[in-house]
């Protein structure tokens, strides 16, 4: 059993920047990659950022460059640093864990989902 909680989110005007959290409940954190998706109503989910168990990263394109993801391990949580936020990044940004990095890339490898923050860029 793997419970995420996700926190930070709120309402920015764009070019400013949030940090997102991720806390995770359970042992052995440390053996699971880790991945940041999003989703308004009415769209289809969208991959984000991933970190591996080493701690190699990937990224989609759309946030490639603004948004840096990475994990604390002893603290269990995993963090998403947004900068420079557009209008186009408002969504719920849910947190997702599983064990083998492409596949939780993929969203089809994803063994925990969580509850999922609100971020809204607003003008």
């Known amino acids: 059993q793997v419970q995420l909680v996700e926190s930070g989110g709120g309402v920015v005007q764009a070019g400013g920047s949030l940090r997102l959290s991720c806390a995770a409940s359970?042992?052995?954190?440390?053996?699971?990659?880790m991945a940041w998706f999003r989703q308004a109503p009415d769209d289809e989910r969208e991959f984000v950022a991933a970190?591996?168990?080493?701690?190699?990263?990937t990224y989609a394109d759309s946030v490639k460059g603004r948004f840096t993801i990475t994990r604390d391990n002893a603290k269990n949580t995993v963090f998403l640093e947004m900068n420079n936020l557009k209008l186009e990044d408002t969504d719920t940004y849910y947190c997702?864990?599983?064990?083998?990095?492409?596949?939780?890339?993929?969203?089809?490898?994803?063994?925990?989902w969580g509850q999922g923050t609100q971020v809204t860029v607003s003008s």
């Open positions: 997702a864990a599983g064990e083998a990095f492409w596949m939780v890339v993929a969203g089809t490898g994803v063994g925990y």
């Open positions: 970190i591996s168990r080493a701690g190699g990263t």
């Open positions: 359970g042992e052995t954190f440390s053996k699971y990659a």
